[in-house]
C-alpha cells in the first residue's frame, strides 16, 4: 500500500500540481517494482497499474444525461462583437483540441464519490462508454471527495507539446490521444502521456462558471485557466492571445455568459447553446518531422527548398509538404532533417512551417545546405539576395512550369504536371508549340484521350489579351497588370512589336516596366510565333464613356465579376483588384468589406451596381 501511495503521489505532482519530484526513469522503475509484487499479491482497487490494466473497452452507447451542443464559432472580431454585451460578464477558457469526455461520479455513502462512467461526446446525444480506458488516464480521479449523490464532470483528454514531442508514429496529439483511449494493452508507463481537463460541471448550487471551476480544482481534477472579463474586454483578449503560450494544442477560445443560469435560460438554437461562443485561432498548428528537402525549380528560374513531412492532420487536412521559401527563412526557423517542426495551415489552406522543437533533437538530425547547382539541368546556380536561380532559360523545369502556368491560366483542362513533362519530353518548348499538336503527336507522347486534348487546345485560339499576357509568366505581370496593359495595346501582334525601351505609356511602374522590358528582349520571338497560332484582342478604346477611369470590384453584384469587368472595359475603364490612389470607383455590392473600408479611407467614390450602369447609358 505505501508504494502504492507513493506512486498516486508523484503523480498527482506530476500531472496536476506540474512539478514532479522524481525523474520519468525513477518513476518507470517504481512502476515496474509495483508491477512485480502485483502479480504475487494483486492489486489494490486504487493501484495506478488499474489505470492502465487490460480492461477491454466495450463502447457501448449510452444516452448523455444533458446534450452536448456544438458552439457556435467566430473567426473576425466583428463577428464576436456582434454577440457580445459589452456590459456583460463573461469567462474565457482555452478550448483545447483533445478528446472530449463525459465522467459521471456517483456517491459511496461516505463523503468520498467514485467514477461510475466516462463518455466520449458522441454525437452529443448518445456516447461511447470508454470508462475502462478513461480510469487509465492518471489525472482522471478514480475517488474524488464531494458531498453529492452523483456529480457530471465534462473535460478533454489531450496530450501535451513535451510529451508529443518524444513520441513517434502519430500524426497529431489529438490522434494519438483519441487512440490512445481506444486502445488495448497499454503499456503502463506510456499511459502518463494523456492528460485530463475538467472545464464544467453539473452542480446547480453553482451560478457562476469561475465558481464551478474552482469547486473542480478543490476536488483534485486538473483544469484549464479561465479569465474573467467583462463584455468589452473580450474582443481584445482573444485576438491579442499568445496560443504559444499554451503547453497543448488548442484551436481557439470559448466564451461563456459567467451566470450559469444565464446560460440555461438562454437554451439553444439549432443544437447550439445560446450562452457560449468559441473564438477561433487563425489557423490549426501542429507539429511533425521534417524528413527531407526537395529542391524545385520555378517558372522563373528561382530555386525553391521544399519540405518533406511525416503526414500529419491540419484542419481536416492531411499534409506532406510545405515550401521553405529560401535559405534565410530555414535559418531563422533553425530548421534540419529529421527536426520535430511546428506545422500551420496559414489561412486554414496554405501549409507552412513556423519553426522547430530543438528539445525534440536526438543528435540525429542533419543540417540543410542550398545546391551549388540546379537539380535538374545542372547549371551553376547564382544568388540573388534572399533567393537562388538558375539562369539556364532551357532548363526543363522552368520549361515545363512555364507550361503548366500557360495551360491553367489558358483554361485547358485535362493538362496536369504529368501531360506537361511528357510534351516537355517530347519537344515542346513554348506555348505556342501546343497550338501545333496534331493527334498523333499526342498519342506518341503517351497522352490520354489525345484527339480530346487537341479538341480542347484548339479550342483556345482566340482569347482576351489579357489572358493571354498573364499566362505568359512574366515577372512581375500578374492578371492585374495584364489588365492594364491590354487597355493599351491593340492586340497581341502589337504587343510582340513593343520597344522594350519605350514602355512608360503602358503606366504599370518602374518595376513592371523593367521586368517586361527583359522579358521581351529574350522572349519576343516565342511572342510572335504565338500571335501566329492564337487570336488575342486588348480592351484598347479611342473612346469610351469610362476612357482611363480605373475601378475595383468588391461584392457580390447581380452578374459575375467578370461580366461586369467586360462592361466596365466595353467603355474604355480599367479593372484592378487593389485600392490605390490610381483608383477612380470602387464597385461595392452587397457583402463587400476590406475594399470597402479601404476605399472609404482613401476617399475613393464608391459607385452600386445601378450608379455604374446609369454611367454608361
Known amino acids: 500500500m505505501e508504494l502504492v501511495t507513493l506512486l498516486n503521489t508523484l503523480a498527482h ?47 457501448d452507447k449510452i444516452k448523455h444525461i444533458e446534450f452536448i451542443g456544438s458552439l457556435k464559432k467566430a473567426s473576425q472580431p466583428e463577428d464576436l462583437q456582434k454577440w457580445l454585451n459589452p456590459q456583460g460578464a463573461y469567462v474565457v477558457q482555452p478550448k483545447i483540441d483533445g478528446l472530449t469526455l463525459v465522467l459521471d461520479y456517483r456517491s459511496m455513502g461516505d463523503g468520498r464519490m467514485y467514477l461510475h462512467q466516462a463518455l466520449t461526446r458522441g454525437n ?3 456516447g461511447e462508454d470508454v470508462t475502462p480506458n478513461a480510469a487509465r488516464i492518471v489525472d482522471v480521479p478514480k475517488y474524488i471527495r464531494a458531498p453529492y449523490n452523483r456529480l457530471v464532470v465534462r473535460g478533454e483528454a489531450y496530450i501535451s507539446h513535451s510529451d508529443f514531442a518524444k513520441m513517434t508514429g502519430y500524426s497529431s496529439a489529438r490522434n494519438a490521444a483519441t487512440g490512445f483511449i481506444r486502445r488495448k494493452d497499454v503499456d503502463p508507463r506510456d499511459k502518463r502521456r494523456v492528460r485530463f481537463l475538467a472545464y464544467s460541471s453539473l452542480l446547480p448550487q453553482h451560478n457562476l462558471e ?22 468589452d474586454s473580450v474582443v481584445a483578449f482573444c485576438v491579442g492571445f499568445d496560443r504559444d503560450l499554451l503547453p497543448y494544442d488548442a484551436d481557439g477560445l470559448v466564451v461563456k455568459l459567467r451566470s450559469i443560469q444565464q446560460q440555461r435560460s438562454l437554451g439553444m438554437v439549432s443544437g447550439r447553446p445560446r450562452g457560449a461562443i468559441a473564438w477561433k485561432f487563425p489557423a490549426n498548428r501542429v507539429s511533425t518531422i521534417l524528413k527531407e528537402v526537395v529542391w524545385t525549380v520555378g517558372m522563373t528560374g ?7 513531412l511525416e503526414p500529419v492532420d491540419v484542419g481536416d487536412a492531411v499534409i506532406s509538404k510545405a515550401t521553405l521559401n529560401n535559405m534565410a527563412y530555414i535559418e531563422s526557423c533553425d530548421l534540419r532533417i529529421g527536426d520535430r517542426v511546428v506545422l500551420v495551415r496559414s489561412g486554414g489552406v496554405i501549409p507552412k512551417i513556423l519553426g522547430s522543437l530543438p528539445a525534440a533533437r536526438t543528435g540525429t538530425e542533419k543540417s540543410i545546405l542550398p545546391p551549388s547547382r ?9 544568388e540573388r539576395g534572399a533567393q537562388i536561380y538558375c539562369e539556364n532559360s532551357q532548363c526543363v523545369a522552368q520549361i515545363a512550369m512555364r507550361l503548366l502556368n500557360f495551360t491553367q491560366r489558358m483554361g485547358m483542362k485535362g493538362l496536369g504536371e504529368s501531360s506537361i513533362q511528357s510534351m516537355v519530353e517530347g519537344g515542346v518548348t513554348a506555348p505556342y508549340m501546343l497550338f501545333t499538336l496534331s493527334v498523333d503527336k499526342l498519342a506518341s507522347m503517351g497522352i490520354s484521350a489525345p484527339a480530346k486534348i487537341r479538341k480542347m487546345i484548339m479550342s483556345k485560339r482566340v482569347a482576351p489579351l489579357h489572358v493571354v499576357i498573364d499566362a505568359l509568366s512574366i515577372p512581375l505581370i500578374g492578371k492585374s497588370t495584364a489588365r492594364e496593359i491590354a487597355h493599351k495595346v491593340k492586340d497581341l501582334n502589337e504587343f510582340s512589336q513593343l520597344n522594350p525601351n519605350k514602355l512608360d505609356f503602358l503606366g504599370i511602374g518602374p518595376a513592371a516596366t523593367n521586368s517586361l522590358s527583359e522579358w521581351l528582349i529574350s522572349h519576343r520571338d516565342e511572342v510572335i510565333n504565338l500571335a501566329g497560332v492564337v487570336t488575342s484582342k486588348g480592351t484598347k478604346s479611342s473612346g469610351g464613356l469610362l476612357e ?36 477612380d470607383y470602387l464597385v461595392a455590392g452587397e457583402g463587400a468589406g476590406s475594399k470597402l473600408q479601404q476605399a472609404q479611407t482613401k476617399q475613393v467614390p464608391i459607385l452600386s451596381e445601378q450608379e455604374l450602369r446609369d454611367m454608361i447609358k
Open 13 to 59: 505532482h506530476y500531472y496536476v500540481l506540474n512539478s514532479p519530484l522524481v525523474s520519468d526513469r525513477e518513476y518507470d522503475s517504481l512502476m515496474d517494482e509495483l508491477l512485480v509484487l502485483e502479480r504475487s499479491y494483486g492489486a489494490h482497487p486504487e493501484s495506478p497499474s488499474q489505470r492502465v490494466g487490460g480492461l477491454s473497452p466495450s463502447f
Open 124 to 126: 452529443g446525444v448518445m
Open 210 to 231: 469561475d465558481a464551478d471551476i474552482l469547486s473542480l480544482k478543490q476536488m483534485g481534477f486538473s483544469t484549464p485557466f479561465c479569465k474573467v472579463l467583462k463584455g
Open 302 to 308: 528561382v530555386v525553391v527548398p521544399n519540405a518533406v
Open 374 to 382: 540546379c537539380p535538374y539541368c545542372n547549371d551553376p546556380v547564382v
Open 548 to 583: 482611363g477611369k480605373v475601378f475595383v470590384i468588391t461584392g457580390t453584384l447581380s452578374e459575375s465579376r467578370s461580366k461586369i469587368s467586360a462592361l466596365i472595359e466595353s467603355q474604355g475603364g480599367i479593372v484592378t483588384s487593389s485600392v490605390s490612389s490610381k483608383v
